[in-house]
Nanobody, 114 residues
Framework: QVQLAESGGGLVQAGGSLRLSCAASSSIFSGLAMGWYRQLPGNRRELVASLTRSGAANYADSVEGRFSIARDNNNNTLYLQMNSLKPEDTSVYYC????????WGQGTQVTVSS
């Protein structure tokens, strides 16, 4: 099982940008489709973006055109570039395999002020 550690969150004003990183503990990462998720009320999580092993990306309608997912298999790292941030993007963001399996990491808090 691969362990994942998210980082890069913070406080930003609306319209700003952040880049999240997710470091994987194992080279198994390169063989996995991966996703970025964010916490919703009621302990649910929403898939924000996904990336297959071959590099095909998909995005939730709410972030399409603003967020970009990428991976560096040489360094076992997944990224989420977030631009034009909105207050409704405020959440805890997690990376995980897609579909999700195993334990979730700690996540990284993103707060967007209006």
């Amino acid at each position: 099982q691969v362990q994942l550690a998210e980082s890069g969150g913070g406080l930003v004003q609306a319209g700003g940008s952040l880049r999240l990183s997710c470091a994987a503990s194992s080279s198994i990462f390169s063989g996995l489709a991966m996703g970025w998720y964010r916490q919703l009320p009621g302990n649910r999580r929403e898939l924000v973006a996904s990336l297959t092993r071959s590099g095909a990306a998909n995005y939730a309608d709410s972030v399409e055109g603003r967020f970009s997912i990428a991976r560096d298999n040489n360094n076992n790292t997944l990224y989420l570039q977030m631009n034009s941030l909105k207050p409704e993007d405020t959440s805890v963001y997690y990376c995980a395999p897609w579909p999700p399996v195993g334990d979730w990491g700690q996540g990284t808090q993103v707060t967007v002020s209006s």
